[in-house]
């Protein structure tokens, strides 16, 4: 265990400041600084024109404050310039940044004070979060910022940035469109985004340094590796002219967000400020390491759960952010996660908030603080479903195969992610109160892709087999009630050449390969057909588990083949009866049925959406191998 410094006066009750003017507030007045440092004996504040500077241009004591808090007001107009607090703790003087940092030098080696007016975007008032009625409303496509245009073939002139998301008319070498273009193609309804906020593992400085983002720095201010130029206003503008230009096209921004550790821990802004106070320790003085990266961020203590619902809820007012996705969410405490739902959904009910129930090794809290799959009953925030993505197609590095792939024994465990995890019945039941909880998803931007995982269990499969494997995946979890989710890239088989942890690994691996487009373009059209169903129909995005109960019924099938049936106009659906069957088997099946039904098929081994491919009268559905099929009846 690595041991860290700890002022035990720190967490004195009379510390635990409620207001909400923590930081660096500016306005061309004056700047109102606010800085939690309880320990301190003496800060001041230093003031730069340039943050190459060696010297500071003036230089300004802080006052103390109330509840641990220092302070002091610049009288005129300080925005653009740089600054450092000078903290005496008595025994040691150091120099930092604030937690709260709104702005930053390039490769954070100062604050910058910030004059938002001056960042944003033209109509910046007038941009809104995209509208869902629901969180099963959503369709979900995550991305890496770098990844999204890198590619020679992007056709985006802005490659690895966030300017790349605002470019129309841009197409690979084959002529089909990327970008922006092609995300309202396929008809996504959210881009979820890797780590945005500034993280400490790259050089914004060198464009071909590379990493994933989950180091975090500063929490509260857009990562510069990513913007033309990191220094001064520029990764603010850049970053909100993408979410303007994503909002302008009706696509919703969701950032990935690190609240479990941080990349420095003597050397962060935290421990700098207030020694000891903002992560976990044994015995007052060793870190605990439930993330893996050799610290934990105590979010269970009051001015660190304060800190991150702050920086939440600053991101979605001065960002217009429509959701966010908590990294390691199992390492959080209960309380804190219950009170960012409340908060975030005061400012506006419809942000999706969602996460990852698990940590990399058991979190430092007691048993009624952690967080496991069951918490988020009713409390309007979800999980990933890991046991429903291992079921369909398999573990998710290994030889070990699921649904799709081979292991028809997952049957029952497919049956529970298609009624949303819910309690169907005595038999088929799981974590979640209501569908909006499950994030159904077969692949992320950890482990395997898909395609490569397929082809790693498959390999001897031929590639139209495993081609229609693939599509069999994600028409699973298209077709079932929760959030569907799922890896930028994969809608034409994307892969990373095997490379299962690619956090580091570069351009080559990682960049979606936008000539994969032309090579797999029937697949493309596949999940566009299968989003543009999802979408159309609500028979597939019921709200309530008691509707689910009521409309959704399974039918008796041969083999492994699972068969079910929405009925009636489930949800409203125009559709009176659909058919919904996945058959992994490599032989034909059939479902008999009580009546003869006059079916239209939408959905079979080669193509989807609405539109009828086929048209019969039988009272029995033949199923070909590796497929799923929809049909209705009228």
């Known amino acids: 265990m690595n041991i860290i410094e700890l002022q035990e006066d720190v967490f004195r009750p009379e510390f635990i ?23 301190a004996e003496e800060i001041k504040i230093e003031i730069y024109n340039y943050y190459k500077n060696k010297d500071p241009y003036e230089v300004f004591d802080l006052n103390k404050n109330i509840n641990g808090t220092w302070k002091v007001n610049l009288e005129g ?17 150091v120099k930092t940044i604030d937690p709260y940092a709104k702005g930053l030098a390039s490769n954070s080696e100062m604050g910058l004070i910030v004059d938002f007016e001056k960042t944003n975007p033209d109509d910046w008032q007038k941009d809104k979060r995209v509208n869902i009625k629901s969180p099963v409303d959503a ?49 996504i309804t959210h881009i979820h985004l890797l780590p945005v906020f500034d993280y400490a593992s790259v050089d914004e400085e060198i464009k071909y340094e590379y990493n994933w983002g989950y180091d975090p720095h500063f929490y509260n201010v857009p990562e510069g590796s990513y913007a033309n130029n990191s220094e001064g206003y520029q990764r603010i503008s850049e970053f909100k002219k993408m979410i303007k230009s994503l909002h302008d096209n009706g696509i919703g921004v969701i ?11 003597e050397q962060s802004a935290f421990q700098k400020t207030a020694p000891g106070y903002f992560y976990r320790t044994v015995d007052n003085c060793y870190l605990t390491n439930g993330s893996g990266c050799g610290n934990e961020i105590a979010t269970e203590r009051p001015m660190v759960r304060k800190f991150i619902i702050d920086s939440l809820k600053y991101w979605a007012k001065e960002y217009h952010i429509d959701g966010f996705r908590f990294d390691l969410m199992g390492l959080m405490d209960k309380e804190t996660v219950y009170n960012i739902e409340k908060s975030l959904h005061n400012i506006d009910p419809n942000i999706l908030i969602y996460g990852e129930p698990w940590a990399a090794s058991p979190p430092h809290l007691k048993d009624y603080q952690k967080i496991y799959k069951g918490i988020q009953r009713n409390h309007k925030f979800g999980f990933f479903n890991d046991s429903f993505r291992d079921a369909i197609k398999g573990d998710t590095n ?38 909006e909880e499950t994030v159904n998803y077969v692949s992320s931007h950890d482990n395997l892709t898909l395609w490569d995982k397929i082809n790693k269990s498959m390999s001897k499969a031929t590639e139209i087999k495993r081609i229609k494997m693939d599509r069999l995946a994600q028409a699973i979890v298209f077709t079932s009630q929760g959030i569907p989710f799922f890896q930028g890239g994969e809608e034409f088989l994307r892969t990373k050449y095997g490379n299962h942890n690619s956090y580091n690994a570069g351009d080559h691996i990682n960049q979606i390969k936008w000539e994969r487009k032309s090579l797999y373009y029937e697949t493309f059209l596949y999940y566009k057909g299968l989003i543009k169903l999802r979408k159309k129909h609500s028979a597939f995005r019921m709200r309530e ?15 492994a083949a699972i068969g079910y049936m929405f009925k009636d106009h489930a949800n409203n659906d125009k559709w009176r009866n659909i058919f919904v069957i996945y058959n992994p088997q490599h032989h034909w099946t059939r479902f008999w049925l009580e009546k003869k039904y006059n079916f239209n098929i939408v959905v079979n081994e080669t193509k989807s959406g609405t539109d009828i491919l086929h048209r019969f009268r039988a009272d029995n559905i033949k199923v070909p191998p590796i497929t799923a099929m929809v049909l209705y009846t009228d």
């Open 17 to 39: 400041y409620h207001g909400n003017d923590l930081g660096v507030n500016y306005t061309k007045e004056n700047t109102k600084i606010l800085l939690w440092a309880p320990t």
């Open 77 to 93: 107009d300080y925005g653009g310039k740089y600054y450092l607090f000078k903290i005496d703790f008595g025994s040691k003087i």
């Open 139 to 187: 369709i979900i496509y995550e991305v890496h910022v770098r990844d999204f245009s890198s590619s020679p073939y992007s056709g985006m002139k802005n490659s690895g940035d966030y300017l790349a998301f605002t470019e129309n008319n841009t197409v690979n070498n084959q002529g089909l469109s990327t970008g922006i273009d092609h995300l309202k193609e396929l008809g």
């Open 255 to 265: 950032m990935d967000v690190v609240y479990n550790h941080t990349y420095f821990t």
């Open 398 to 435: 290994g030889f070990v195969t699921g649904y799709v792939n081979g292991k028809f024994q997952t049957y029952n465990d497919i049956k529970r992610g298609v009624v949303g995890s819910i309690d169907f019945n005595f038999e088929v039941k799981d974590f979640a109160y209501k569908p």
């Open 545 to 559: 588990a008691d509707m689910i109960r009521n409309k959704l019924e399974f039918l008796q099938g041969e083999d």
